[in-house]
């Protein structure tokens, strides 16, 4: 159980265009989701945290406008990159946390590698 | 506050050998600690975490950890490297409230030798 999953696990896109990250709990009911960021050989950094039917809280320095996030149900939050340019290129991983949980653990997803050209 | 200082960033062993990763975590409260480990192209799968209970804890794979409150560490020892062990770990400490919010240490690369 606690599988995460997202989508897609790699995209390639044009300078200027916005691209959608989808992450979803598959069988259990995420009450929170946090969204992470991964440059090449460093460590996570945490974008924002999502809560079902709420806006997100973004981490300072985290651009609220370019990345947006949507948590629209218990099993989904969305990272959409807007008007993405290369230096938005990374690896994008969520997270998600049971509803049920008395513990802080978090179930990560498989990541989302972005390449914007 | 909260931080966490992974003190090696690369580790190398032998196969067969014991593996010591070390930790520290700076909170201004009891916090959660845990040990991600991610295989390249993979997504981080959790070995195991500290809770307040007891302060040796054993994980997955035959990793074990001990929450040393007076040094705030949490190293993560292994009696015996196996080539599968290869990766990159991470140490991660959370409050207990609010969000509970991770952060991560910087990253261990463990690399093991044959």
């Known amino acids: 159980g606690a599988v995460v999953s997202q989508h897609p696990s790699w995209v390639i896109c044009k300078s200027g265009t916005s691209v959608k990250i989808e992450c979803r709990s598959l069988?259990?009911?995420?009450?929170?989701m946090f969204w992470y960021r991964q440059f090449p050989k460093q460590s996570l950094m945490l974008m924002a945290t999502?809560?079902?039917?709420?806006?997100?809280?973004?981490e300072q320095g985290v651009e609220k406008d370019k990345f947006l996030i949507n948590h629209a149900s218990l099993t989904l939050s969305t990272l959409t990159v807007t008007s993405a340019h290369p230096e938005d290129s990374s690896f994008y991983i969520c997270?998600?946390?049971?509803?049920?949980?008395?513990?802080?653990?978090?179930?990560f997803g498989p990541g989302t590698r972005l390449t914007v050209l | 506050a909260q931080s966490v200082t992974q003190l090696d960033s690369h580790v190398s062993v032998s196969e067969g050998t014991p593996v010591l990763l070390r930790c520290n975590y700076s909170s201004s409260y009891s916090p959660s600690l845990f040990w991600y480990v991610q295989h390249p192209n993979k997504g981080l799968q959790l070995l195991l975490k500290?809770?307040?209970?007891?302060?040796l804890v054993k994980g997955i794979n035959g990793f074990e950890a001990e929450f040393k409150k007076s040094e705030t560490s949490f190293h993560l020892t292994k009696p015996s490297a196996h080539m599968s062990d290869a990766a990159e770990y991470f140490c991660?400490?959370?409050?207990?409230?609010?969000?509970?919010?991770?952060?991560f240490g910087s990253g261990t690369r463990l690399q093991v030798q044959p």
């Open positions: 999502s809560n079902e039917g709420s806006k997100a809280t973004y």
């Open positions: 069988d259990f009911q995420a009450t929170t």
């Open positions: 991660v400490v959370s409050p207990n409230t609010g969000r509970r919010a991770l952060t």
């Open positions: 997270s998600a946390r049971r509803g049920d949980s008395s513990y802080n653990e978090q179930f």
């Open positions: 500290y809770t307040s209970a007891a302060t």
